[in-house]
């Protein structure tokens, strides 16, 4: 279920204003950002993420992942790259600039990054599935895909 705006900050308004404790919880506050996302509201996303004193991947991963279905990839690799520098780095963060890449129609510079992760997870092995798929590369996906599968029988990620 898919609350209007209106619903999503009056919700917000009152536990804020109510005093409970975990109001400022990373927990609450990611999912805010992912209630006005849904919500169609960037601007307060970004609020929120701006409140955030102490961002954790999930924070990070939510914003690049806006990025890619904006078809910001600009905005998203400077995000990307601010993530870089902080060290937050991880499997759910390195995932997300492959995904906004494919989103964004610029499958090489997806590719590029893929091929430097040291650890392709199912995550981010499909996520170049669906960006070949999407750029028209049904070959290169089918390729891929078959990989995967073998990969898995293997017992590996």
């Not at 917000?12 to 990373?26: D, P």
């Not at 902080?86 to 964004?104: E, F």
């Not at 499909?126 to 996906?141: F, H, R, S």
Request: charged content about 20%; overall charge positive.
């Amino acid at each position: 279920m898919v609350l209007s705006l209106s619903e999503s900050k009056r919700i917000h308004s009152h536990i804020t204003h109510t005093g409970f404790g975990f109001a400022t919880a990373i927990v609450f506050q990611n999912n805010l950002i992912n209630m006005y996302v849904k919500c169609g509201s960037l601007l307060d996303a970004q609020r929120v993420f701006n409140d955030i004193t102490q961002r954790d991947a999930i924070s990070w991963y939510i914003i690049v992942a806006v990025c890619g279905r904006l078809i910001a990839s600009e905005e998203g690799m400077d995000i990307y790259q601010s993530i870089m520098e902080r060290g937050i780095l991880s499997n759910v963060v390195t995932n997300a600039p492959v995904d906004m890449y494919a989103k964004c129609v610029r499958i090489h510079e997806a590719r590029e990054l893929f091929a430097k992760m040291p650890q392709k997870n199912v995550v981010l092995r499909t996520a170049m599935i669906v960006g070949y798929a999407q750029n028209g590369d049904l070959g290169e996906a089918l390729r891929l895909f078959k990989c995967r599968k073998e990969i898995r029988s293997h017992g590996m990620r």
